[in-house]
């Protein structure tokens, strides 16, 4: 099993909603990840996780908290939105955190979400 | 600090044509670099990787080869298809930016039949 899951696929939701993205893996591993993507643009990192522990924040605003429960999930809970929020969401894994020839990461199909 | 560059595209060629998208890097070490693919409403998929000088990866019909002496990690497929139409991302991953994974800023490949 190769995959990364990510549910829901598509998610609309207004400004004072709050909602979850979630992602499950079971390629045991250690390291996960999540990306915003904007159109016509890189993916750009939001938050790494290792061995279940937060180990990079990129600055990223209080109204997106990620959680690991276990190290097969990641979630992205979402709290007061903004329209400039709206973009493809993407979950990763990669084998470890630690050493940079394990670092292919490995993507889900993404959450594409719109704040309104 | 670590960086990837690659061509600008669009890039529209005719099927069964030469594909090359070129790729250029900036970083301290020995980084691993990759070309991520991604289809039209899809995630990314990893394409090919090489973690080391002159190793080359290759897959589905595609090939790059980690040039140390250039810094580059062109993408070439010999002969493209319709179902080859995606944006595609050269990546780089080292120790000196913390194993983050660094994209290029894509390049969209379109495929006329």
């Known amino acids: 099993d190769t995959e990364v899951t990510q549910t829901p696929k598509h998610l609309v939701m207004g400004m004072t909603n709050k909602k979850s993205l979630k992602c499950e893996q079971h390629m045991g591993h250690r390291a996960m990840y999540w990306y915003k993507q904007k159109a016509k643009k890189p993916p750009e990192l939001m938050f790494v996780?290792?061995?279940?522990?937060?180990?990079i924040n990129e600055s990223v605003p209080s109204r997106f908290s990620p959680e690991c429960p276990n190290s097969s999930l990641l979630n992205l809970h979402l709290h007061a939105l903004q329209p400039e929020d709206s973009a493809l969401y993407l979950c990763a894994s990669s084998q470890d955190w630690s050493g940079a020839e394990n670092t292919e990461a490995f993507f889900g199909q993404g959450t594409r979400l719109t704040v309104v | 600090g670590n960086s990837v560059t690659q061509m600008e595209g669009p890039v529209t060629l005719s099927e069964e044509a030469f594909l090359t998208i070129n790729c250029t890097y900036t970083a301290t070490g020995y980084p691993s670099l990759f070309w991520y693919v991604q289809y039209p409403g899809e995630g990314l998929q990893l394409l090919l990787k090489a973690t080391k000088a002159d190793d080359k990866g290759s897959n589905k019909g595609f090939e790059a080869t980690y040039r140390k002496e250039t810094t580059s990690f062109h993408l070439e497929k010999g002969s493209v298809q319709v179902s080859d139409s995606a944006v595609y991302f050269c990546?780089?991953?080292?120790?000196?930016?913390?194993?983050?994974?660094?994209f290029g800023s894509g390049t969209r490949l379109s495929i006329r039949p």
């Open positions: 990546a780089l991953s080292s120790y000196s930016s913390a194993s983050k994974i660094i």
């Open positions: 996780y290792s061995y279940e522990k937060l180990s």
